[in-house]
């Protein structure tokens, strides 16, 4: 691969970082280890190198991906692993639509909702990072339009984009007894208003949703699940 296509993977220590659902009034605690994140979410030009497809609706090499479903997002992280010389994180059965996660591969896979979450905050306990004009693309300043990725300031860690731009989808399935397959969105983007451009909001969304608003960053490294 092109080395100036190759993600930028920012180590993050171990940790801890509390989850809440404000839909059930639930908080949980969850243990961290260590692992790396993207430093911005996927752009267009290291999605097309690795699949030869430009799903976007705005076209622009430095603009995150978008369009992309969430098995969308497992096909990449296995074909980015394979092109590097990695073992695949995941095993898709397409008989039964579910896909397994091997913990122990080195491979590229995608964040759980809690190494996003610990990973946006950096350390913050606030709902943002910073103040939302300098971190976020948002409906506020975003001219009703996406924006290539680095643009804003970063939070303490050095990772972009974390609020706004785009919603990253995550690993996690949202509630399974409730809303089935649904898998958890995290971010806020660039059509949403300030409110849901914060660490703690969760979205969700089913597994085959492509929306122009909705993106993706990759991890690598051990999770605690």
């Known amino acids: 691969?092109?080395?100036?296509?190759?993600?930028?993977?920012?180590?993050?220590?171990?940790?801890?970082?509390?989850?809440?659902?404000?839909?059930?009034?639930?908080?949980?605690?969850?243990?961290?280890?260590?692992?790396?994140?993207s430093a911005v979410p996927i752009t267009q030009s290291v999605y097309a190198e690795i699949t030869g497809q430009r799903p976007s609706n705005a076209l622009g090499d430095r603009l995150p991906v978008e369009g992309v479903s969430w098995w969308d997002t497992i096909r990449f992280c296995n074909a980015l692993s394979l092109r590097e010389g990695l073992t695949p994180a995941y095993s898709l059965h397409t008989a039964d639509d579910t896909v397994e996660w091997d913990a122990?591969?080195?491979?590229?896979?995608?964040?759980?909702?809690?190494?996003?979450?610990?990973?946006?905050?950096a350390g913050s306990t606030g709902p943002r990072y910073g103040l939302l004009d300098e971190i976020a693309w948002y409906r506020g300043n975003s001219d009703g339009r996406l924006h290539d990725v680095g643009g804003k300031e970063p939070n303490a860690w050095g990772l972009y984009d974390m609020l706004g731009n785009v919603w990253d989808w995550c690993w996690d399935v949202y509630d399974a007894e409730v809303y089935g397959p649904y898998r958890v969105l995290?971010?806020?983007?660039?059509?949403?208003?300030?409110?849901?451009?914060?660490?703690s909001v969760r979205r969700r969304s089913h597994p085959t949703l492509r929306i122009e608003d909705v993106g993706f960053r990759v991890a690598r490294g051990r999770a605690a699940r």
């Open 186 to 199: 995290r971010g806020g983007g660039w059509f949403d208003e300030h409110w849901s451009c914060r660490a």
């Open 104 to 121: 122990s591969a080195d491979g590229y896979r995608l964040p759980t909702e809690a190494e996003w979450e610990y990973a946006c905050r």
């Open 1 to 37: 691969m092109n080395a100036d296509v190759r993600p930028e993977m920012v180590a993050l220590a171990p940790g801890q970082v509390m989850l809440s659902d404000r839909r059930t009034q639930r908080s949980w605690p969850v243990e961290i280890a260590a692992y790396q994140l």
